[in-house]
């Protein structure tokens, strides 16, 4: 079957650095996505893997293991503006994108 | 602005209404897709248009029929629905290069259905 799995909810503080995790069992692999989604707006992307290592793109970061089935997205000097949903995602196979169910991060000031 | 437009931006229905979403893409992008999102559910594909053919239904009830005129539109027409299907509903678009491509997506900003 087709599984991703990121935690539920998260709280972090201002200011401070927040890693989100994502496991994934697809059949096929088309590289991993980050998608942020702000309360009743729609995703919008952050970042995208396909090889192994970490990219970095401002304060935000995405890693990718593909032998372990395993990525996270690190966010940096966090602020109240990123309290939102982050979604992981997976290509699969025939242009499709499997979606994780969110993980709703929470900013204390 | 993310260069896909959807349309209406909240519909609220009987379930003997029939209705129509519409999204349009002005990224000239070759794939469009419909997306259900539900409350703590995953974002769930329900279709996929690849150069203006379908190659993807989720095993979507048929009281959803979608309709791609050509690779800007997409329509998403309601009939007979149910409670439980309400919710939001996202289009998405990308540029598809051929198997094993990169694929990000862009959304619109989705409907917000409520069916009474």
């Known amino acids: 079957g087709q599984n991703i799995d990121q935690p539920t909810e998260m709280t972090a503080t201002e200011g401070a650095i927040v890693q989100i995790n994502c496991t994934y069992q697809t059949s096929g692999f088309n590289g991993l996505f980050w998608y942020q989604q702000h309360a009743g707006e729609a995703p919008t992307f952050l970042s995208y893997n396909v090889l192994d290592g970490l990219e970095e793109k401002g304060r935000f970061s995405s890693f990718l293991s593909r032998s372990k089935g395993y990525s996270y997205l690190l966010l940096k000097e966090l602020q109240m503006k990123d309290s939102a949903s982050y979604l992981c995602?997976?290509?699969?196979?025939?242009?499709?994108?499997?979606f994780g169910k969110g993980t709703r991060l929470h900013i204390l000031p | 602005e993310t260069g896909v437009t959807q349309t209406p931006r909240h519909l609220v229905m009987g379930m003997t209404n029939k209705k129509s979403l519409k999204c349009e893409q002005h990224?000239?992008?070759?794939?469009m897709y419909w997306y259900k999102q539900s409350a703590k559910k995953p974002l769930e594909l329900m279709f996929v248009?690849?150069?203006?053919?379908?190659?993807e239904n989720n095993s979507v009830p048929s009281r959803f029929s979608p309709e791609c005129p050509n690779s800007s539109h997409l329509f998403l027409h309601l009939h007979t629905l149910q409670p439980e299907d309400s919710a939001l509903y996202l289009c998405?678009?990308?540029?598809?290069?051929?198997?094993?491509?990169?694929?990000?997506?862009?959304f619109g900003p989705g409907t917000r259905l409520t069916v009474l």
């Open positions: 998405a678009s990308s540029q598809v290069e051929g198997s094993g491509g990169y694929n990000e997506q862009f």
């Open positions: 248009y690849n150069f203006k053919e379908q190659t």
């Open positions: 995602a997976v290509g699969g196979r025939d242009d499709k994108i499997i």
């Open positions: 990224l000239g992008h070759n794939a």
